[in-house]
């Protein structure tokens, strides 16, 4: 997986009615029984059919297969959780899969019924998984049209220079500037992108902009899910670039903008070269 794999995958709601090999379905598997993530959050993965197990979404068209999972509730449990299911997302995405992350268009009492989702555990998202259709659903078309899916915030909006009152440009990115694009294309819930970074020396904290309503006890904080996605991609990109680090909790205290909260720092074991 690699920021090649970040800028392919796009969502996609409309298959058609390839089969998915059993090697492919293997190698995904297997990868859902060893793979961990930095904040150690075990995440249970299953696959589920959808006349099999009795689960559907009606935003979804063709697809047979669906993969949900769950965690126990703990302390960065959703950071944990977003992590995880994107590594799983991207690796669908390199073996030519299509994939969308659902949480709000499922029937959720009966995919939390097929994973056996217990009275202290939560499943915040499911995805399909086949092969994208050739063309989109004219009720795909219309929901990514309502969400905007496509638009991102401007990058001066998502991250700063050492505090929130210095928004940093592109140009003054250097060598992170991939791994802070890679933040920026992170797929969120409706697309609201909650995450803003500070940089600071060798250090990029991860705040998270909550949008009232998206925190609820059958989801828990889907916008905390996003920052795991965020994470994800970032350190990936990091790697690529270089910049190899762990994340750790290293809250600096910064006045934050309203609505806004500290999540995690990611800290480089390499110097970033700066433009």
């Given at each position: 997986?690699?920021?090649?794999?970040?800028?392919?995958?796009?969502?996609?709601?409309?298959?058609?009615?390839?089969?998915?090999?059993?090697?492919?379905?293997?190698?995904l598997e297997d990868f859902t029984k060893h793979d961990t993530n930095p904040f150690g959050v075990p995440v249970t993965f299953k696959f589920l059919d959808r006349k099999?197990?009795?689960?559907?979404?009606?935003?979804?068209?063709?697809?047979?297969?669906?993969?949900?999972?769950?965690?126990?509730?703990?302390?960065?449990?959703?950071?944990?959780?977003?992590?995880?299911?994107?590594?799983?997302?991207?690796?669908?995405?390199?073996?030519?899969?299509?994939?969308?992350?659902?949480?709000?268009?499922?029937?959720?009492?009966?995919?939390?019924?097929?994973?056996?989702?217990?009275?202290?555990?939560?499943?915040?998202?499911?995805?399909?998984?086949?092969y994208a259709a050739d063309k989109r659903s004219l009720r795909e078309t219309l929901m990514r049209k309502n969400m905007r899916a496509d638009d991102r915030a401007p990058?001066?909006?998502?991250?700063?220079?050492?505090?929130?009152?210095?928004?940093?440009?592109?140009?003054?990115?250097?060598?992170?500037?991939?791994?802070?694009?890679?933040?920026?294309?992170?797929?969120?819930?409706?697309?609201?992108?909650?995450?803003?970074?500070?940089?600071?020396?060798?250090?990029?904290?991860?705040?998270?902009?909550?949008?009232?309503?998206?925190?609820?006890?059958?989801?828990?904080?889907?916008?905390?899910?996003?920052?795991?996605?965020?994470?994800?991609?970032?350190?990936?990109?990091?790697?690529?670039?270089?910049?190899?680090?762990?994340?750790?909790?290293?809250?600096?205290?910064?006045?934050?903008?309203?609505?806004?909260?500290?999540?995690?720092?990611?800290?480089?074991?390499?110097?970033?070269?700066r433009a």
């Open positions: 997986m690699d920021s090649s794999t970040i800028k392919a995958r796009k969502s996609v709601r409309t298959f058609n009615d390839r089969p998915i090999p059993d090697e492919v379905l293997a190698k099999r197990d009795g689960v559907s979404s009606p935003v979804i068209v063709g697809a047979d297969t669906y993969v949900a999972a769950k965690y126990r509730r703990q302390e960065d449990a959703e950071l944990g959780f977003g992590y995880s299911f994107e590594r799983f997302v991207l690796l669908a995405t390199s073996l030519g899969l299509g994939t969308v992350w659902l949480a709000g268009t499922i029937d959720r009492k009966a995919f939390e019924r097929a994973l056996g989702v217990g009275a202290d555990e939560v499943m915040p998202a499911v995805t399909p998984l086949g990058f001066e909006s998502l991250f700063f220079m050492g505090d929130f009152d210095h928004p940093l440009a592109e140009s003054e990115a250097g060598g992170l500037l991939e791994p802070l694009q890679m933040v920026r294309w992170s797929p969120s819930a409706t697309n609201k992108q909650p995450w803003r970074l500070v940089i600071e020396g060798d250090k990029v904290h991860f705040y998270e902009h909550k949008t009232k309503g998206y925190a609820r006890e059958s989801t828990g904080d889907i916008q905390k899910v996003d920052m795991g996605i965020a994470a994800c991609h970032f350190q990936i990109a990091a790697e690529e670039a270089g910049l190899p680090g762990e994340f750790l909790k290293e809250d600096p205290d910064l006045r934050t903008p309203e609505d806004t909260s500290y999540v995690t720092t990611f800290v480089t074991s390499a110097e970033a070269p």
